[in-house]
């Protein structure tokens, strides 16, 4: 970072917002070697748990950088969180139980298939310090308590001048900008600044958190365990709060939903005694003490951005500020981390001169679509979620009227034999949610980053739900696929995964792969582009411990498969070709979309 004359300070790099999706740009940029600076108008990291479940795709990429180990042990795992359920109250009889987040016995065999990385319960205020603290420790300025006030085009650079507020000081003062990225939440400054268009649905209400602290473990046996408890009480009319677990078992938020125009809450503080009384009654013991630290009311938003780029210009948007939607799916932070995962590397590759300018388009090809998968399916959930209330008899006419839909589901009669149904069906359509491994494992890119030119055949079918199954493949565009790993003599299983990434391009071999390694080695010390290179197989690098690699890579022993720095296969060779160095030029050229580095 330098100064630009008297009032500008020139910079790389300019992140707009400090959540999970600009920390963690910032801390994977970091780890490609970029310096720059973070701004954020909040005076630190979250001081409340927002956001909280990581799946593992999304832990992937902290291990990418060494943030794992921390990450795991901030987090909460296991069966205390691993479940959904539905109840009276926190005591009171339960109605439902769903196994969700990797507990299901289906969805443990999968994740045993798809990923090194177990889901965690990581609420936003632990995973912020934990990312702001690797991106400041290696490059990257954080600046809290300062506003973005405008960003302006200098015309023929390429770059931006951006106007900041120092809210504590009230200076303004100019940054110039090669880059700016817009991680600033659901109202983001960047993309009402750039005119960015949604595509927007229609608002489903309002919503509080009440964040309190209540020693309840004595009331919490193993059978109860879940990280969200829906509390269906049966007075609490055209209401039904969820009570969300942030730390063992004192610690909580009491969400509630509401319509729009529903102002029950609007003049309710942390001492106002008719919501102490509502969170008493939920956790259903009145003489657990109740400490109220905090009410904080939000919107149930859905909408994503038709791009997340600006055409001619080095301005982009990530996380929040590119997709807004309703809790369900528990994707919003994963997303967030995964568009910066996308996009550090390629930021990186240009600036580095290792790319041309085209691969920065990429960016928004294959994460938009993601994005608007996301709102879609969080939509359908929040509507999934209504089903279940419905059934238990949230909606009735008066509290009575509830009170007979819950005694239906004990009844030996034909209501309560539709009452049964309705509530197994509702429940079963939650599993989608809780089980839903495809919706993030399943993404792949189609775009110029992935090379297609060589694939004789379509790109494999998924068998069964999108959202719940998984397809592992070494198609190009899809995830590397997950295997154990071992030197032969036995010392420490790794992933494949723990292979990729770092910031390089990996090449994984087999017998009689020899000549790609050498191909690799030569355009690697010609061009600058990283690249390592493996061997997969008996007397070679790595020994493939359960077989899993030789099921999965779907490439001939003398074949190869090239995978991007975010970990996604770029491309792959069925066998060894005549000249592999000019092969692999070519496929990297394309990828990196490096003609524009020769005009």
């Not at 030569?522 to 690098?541: E, Q, R, S, V």
Request: with cysteine.
């Amino acid at each position: 970072m330098g100064s630009l004359g008297d009032k500008d300070v020139k910079v790389d790099f300019l992140v707009v917002g400090a959540g999970p999706a600009g920390a963690s740009l910032a801390a994977f940029m970091a780890q490609n070697g970029l310096k720059g600076i973070v701004i954020a108008r909040t005076a630190g990291t979250a001081d409340t748990p927002r956001a909280h479940v990581f799946n593992p795709f999304a832990l992937e990429t902290l291990r990418d950088i060494g943030l794992e180990k921390d990450a795991i042990g901030h987090g909460t795992h296991g069966e205390m969180f691993q479940s959904f359920r539905w109840a009276q109250s926190m005591v009171g009889q339960e109605y439902g139980k769903v196994q969700a987040w990797g507990s299901h016995p289906k969805s443990i065999g999968d994740l045993a298939r798809a990923t090194p990385c177990p889901y965690l319960d990581l609420p936003q205020s632990y995973l912020e310090p934990i990312l702001v603290r690797y991106a400041s420790s290696n490059g990257f300025q954080f600046r809290f308590s300062t506003k973005l006030v405008s960003i302006e085009e200098i015309p023929g650079s390429g770059e931006s001048r951006c106007t900041l507020l120092d809210l504590i000081s009230q200076h303004e003062y100019k940054v110039r900008a090669k880059y700016v990225f817009g991680a600033d939440g659901s109202r983001s400054k960047v993309a009402d600044i750039l005119g960015l268009k949604y595509i927007v649905e229609p608002r489903s209400g309002t919503a509080c958190n009440v964040i309190f602290e209540a020693d309840i473990g004595h009331l919490i046996p193993r059978e109860r365990y879940a990280g969200l408890h829906s509390v269906i009480p049966v007075d609490f009319h055209g209401m039904a709060p969820l009570m969300r677990l942030i730390r063992p078992w004192n610690q909580w938020i009491f969400v509630c939903n509401f319509e729009e125009e529903d102002t029950r809450f609007k003049n309710l503080t942390p001492e106002s005694p008719e919501l102490i009384n509502l969170i008493s009654q939920a956790i259903g013991d009145s003489s657990v003490k109740i400490k109220i630290q905090r009410l904080d009311p939000w919107l149930v938003n859905e909408s994503v951005a038709e791009k997340y780029s600006v055409e001619g210009r080095n301005v982009f948007i990530l996380g929040d500020a590119a997709h807004r939607h309703p809790p369900a799916h528990a994707n919003g932070s994963n997303t967030c981390v995964q568009d910066a995962y996308n996009l550090a590397w390629k930021v990186a590759f240009v600036a580095k001169g290792l790319a041309g300018p085209k691969l920065l388009e990429s960016y928004s090809v294959e994460r938009q679509p993601v994005g608007e998968t996301l709102v879609r399916e969080a939509n359908q959930q929040l509507q999934a979620h209504v089903e279940v209330w419905r059934a238990l008899g949230r909606f009735a006419e008066t509290p009575e009227a509830g009170a007979k839909y819950i005694a239906e589901l004990s009844e030996a009669t034909p209501a309560g034999d539709r009452r049964r149904q309705l509530l197994h069906d509702a429940l079963e359509e939650k599993r989608r949610e809780c089980e839903n491994l495809g919706l993030s494992m399943n993404q792949w890119y189609t775009s110029s980053a992935v090379y297609l030119g060589d694939e004789t055949g379509a790109r494999p079918a998924l068998v069964g739900d999108p959202v719940v199954d998984i397809l592992i493949s070494s198609y190009p565009g899809h995830r590397l696929p997950h295997a154990w790993l071992d030197i032969a003599t036995r010392q420490k299983l790794i992933s494949t995964h723990d292979l990729a990434g770092h910031g390089a391009f990996t090449l994984f071999i087999g017998h009689g792969g020899e000549a790609w390694r050498t191909a690799a080695v030569n355009i690697a010390k010609a061009t600058g582009i990283p690249i390592n290179t493996y061997g997969i197989g008996f007397g070679l690098d790595y020994i493939d411990v359960y077989r899993d690699w030789y099921k999965s890579r779907e490439v001939g022993e003398d074949g190869c498969v090239l995978v991007r720095p975010d970990r996604f296969v770029a491309w792959r060779a069925k066998a060894k070709v005549s000249d592999c160095e000019g092969k692999l030029q070519q496929v990297l050229d394309s990828v990196l979309s490096r003609e524009g580095l020769k005009s």
